[in-house]
């Protein structure tokens, strides 16, 4: 009901403005305007003309956004709407001289009939076209600027909703590797499965801790590397001689969280670890990047690998950095590196936000290039059917020259056009447009997903 009260109000507040116009062209034509009973008259009968054909196109459009929502847009749908739009206005015009006509002046049905003629509709239904056109560029430019706003708001969600599923893969899986580590020390030592348990859930804090963080230091992954390698000791003792720095050579230094732990994992888990063959992992930095290397002798029968360590690993980094992590296995060593993101990452990120500024500056060149199409093909219609207008009115009743409401109407409409296509600054210019997107945006950020 509210609703229905707004458009009520638009449709008045619309028929007030075609009233005013057209007095000023009867003006300027050399029509003398009395405020006498006729024009009291003449003011109420195009309010009725307004409010109806106004509610029709509103009631088509209303439907057409429901039933095809942004595919309202689309060359066959507009061609529909164009239809609807028409008839329904030939309709609502037939109706309303058919009641000021028979029903208020009492004029029988077959005289009524026999004087219709289709100058009769050219004008309120060239206003009507007029008018609902000026409404479907305001829809779909709205449309435009929503659909912007989804657009970057999934492309921002998606990433981070990636990023957080890679992190929270972490939980489980490291916590069902643990137990199944508890579980073959309870059989093979059961005194140390006491101990281990309480240091898992010193190992397990960290991992809850790191949960929520995209990069720690390298410092901080050692030293729970160190605290993770305790407790595979437990397990394997002598089988296994780590080798790890006390520190990293630059403090600054960062990788993602359980990178570590999860190679360390995939070493013990890939590999025979025995005291007869026992398993040699060495962590150190070389070249910007900490390396993890084990000697290589490869289980022959293993479980069906889930595919979480290295893949895991490899997938996070690539939404952070374009430094890739490096595999290599020369038959007798394993070696994998991770990129320690340092102070250096600037520079990599200085020039990743030039080549994003260079993508925005086409994508916003090939923005300005359709824009400008648009209002060339805008401009040459104007140019081809407002002369088809004056004739067809020259025609037809050239005492009045209704030819008048088309042009102003939408000469405004592409003079508007042209302003912001050609105009950077100001309101509606391309700038304020590009601000309005940013500021959507930023609020958007705010706001919880549905």
């Given amino acids: 009901m509210l609703e229905f009260f707004k458009d009520l109000g638009k449709a008045f507040t619309i028929g007030v403005i075609i009233f005013l116009i057209r007095g000023v ?19 109420a009968y195009n309010q009725m003309y307004a409010v109806v054909l106004y509610m ?45 006509k028979v029903i208020i002046y009492d004029i029988p049905l077959s005289e009524f009939m026999a004087t219709e003629k289709l100058m009769h509709y050219w004008f309120s239904l060239t206003i009507s076209i007029t008018v609902t056109t000026a409404f479907y560029i305001f829809y779909y430019y709205r449309s435009k600027q929503e659909n912007k706003v989804k657009e970057q708001k999934v492309i921002a969600g998606t990433a981070s909703a990636k990023f957080d599923a890679l992190k929270n893969q972490l939980d489980p899986h490291f916590l069902f590797n643990s137990l199944n580590v508890l579980t073959s020390l309870i059989d093979e030592h059961p005194e140390n499965a006491q101990r281990f348990t309480t240091s898992l859930s010193k190992v397990y804090r960290y991992v809850l801790e ?7 230091t390298v410092d901080e992954e050692l030293n729970f590397a160190k605290t993770y390698m305790s407790l595979l000791k ?49 962590i150190y930095e070389q070249n910007g990047t900490l390396v993890v290397e084990n000697n290589l002798q490869v289980k022959q029968v293993i479980k069906k690998s889930s595919g979480v360590g290295l893949s895991n690993i490899r997938q996070r980094y690539q939404l952070l950095t374009k430094k890739q992590v490096s595999i290599k296995e020369d038959g007798t060593h394993f070696k994998v590196a991770i990129p320690m993101l340092t102070k250096q990452i600037k520079v990599m ?36 059917v407002i002369p088809f207008l004056i004739f067809i009115n020259y025609r037809t009743y050239w005492e009045f020259k209704w030819f008048w409401f088309s042009a102003i109407g939408w000469g405004v409409g592409l003079a508007f056009h042209a302003y912001k296509v050609f105009v950077n600054d100001g309101v509606l210019g391309s700038d304020w447009e590009r601000r309005k997107i940013q500021k959507f945006m930023d609020e958007e950020k705010g706001k919880p997903w549905d």
């Fill in 210 to 216: 790191q949960k929520n963080k995209d990069l720690v």
């Fill in 25 to 43: 062209i009867m003006y300027l034509n050399g029509f003398e305007i009395e405020m006498d009973e006729n024009f009291y008259l003449d003011f």
């Fill in 234 to 282: 437990m397990r394997f003792e002598d089988s296994i001689v780590f080798e790890i720095p006390e520190h990293s050579k630059d403090p600054e230094s960062k990788v993602v969280p359980l990178s570590l732990q999860l190679l360390l994992e995939n070493a013990v888990k890939h590999n025979i670890v025995t005291s007869s063959k026992p398993l040699y992992i060495k």
């Fill in 56 to 100: 029709a196109n509103a009631h088509v459009l209303s439907y057409l956004l429901r039933r095809y929502k942004n595919r309202v847009f689309e060359i066959r749908n507009l061609l529909l709407a164009a239809s609807l739009s028409v008839l329904i206005s030939i309709a609502a015009i037939f109706l309303m001289r058919f009641f000021i």
């Fill in 349 to 384: 990120r200085q020039q990743q936000q030039q080549e994003k500024e260079f993508d925005d500056s086409y994508i916003r060149a090939r923005k300005h290039v359709e824009e400008l199409k648009g209002f060339y093909y805008n401009l040459i219609s104007y140019c081809l």
